[in-house]
């Protein structure tokens, strides 16, 4: 049974760090693209970062987060990490994990996620 478990959400200043674990069970989440999504108050959940199931572990990453944020898996642990530097007010929202079979970072194209977890930046 699929299940993706994140952590690590919190209140953050604008400019400071936060780091994102997704903790995969019933499945190998290193055979899997899996991705990372949020949703802001009022807004469409979008697409934060992706990584890719193959060995190359092809990254994608929204513009408005690139130089700021880093995925990474570790297979021996079977999770998936957002690194996310200089937050900005506008990172704000829940933030969800997810794995899918289809390459293209879109939500429409993950089929398991996890609950979400929040994540606040405020002065």
């Known amino acids: 049974q699929f299940k993706l478990v994140e952590s690590g959400g919190g209140l953050v200043q604008p400019g400071g760090s936060l780091r994102l674990s997704c903790a995969a069970s019933g499945f190998t989440a290193g055979l899997y693209n899996m991705g990372w999504f949020r949703q802001a108050p009022g807004k469409e959940l979008e697409a934060v970062s992706c990584i890719s199931g193959t060995e190359s572990a092809t990254t994608y990453y929204t513009d408005s987060v690139k130089g700021r944020f880093t995925i990474s898996r570790d297979n021996a642990k079977n999770t998936v990490d957002l690194h996310m530097n200089n937050v900005k007010f506008e990172d704000t929202g829940t933030y969800y994990c997810?794995?899918?079979?289809?390459?293209?970072?879109?939500?429409?194209?993950?089929?398991?996620w996890g609950q979400g977890t929040q994540v606040t930046v405020s002065s």
């Open positions: 997810a794995a899918g079979l289809i390459a293209i970072c879109r939500p429409s194209n993950y089929d398991d």
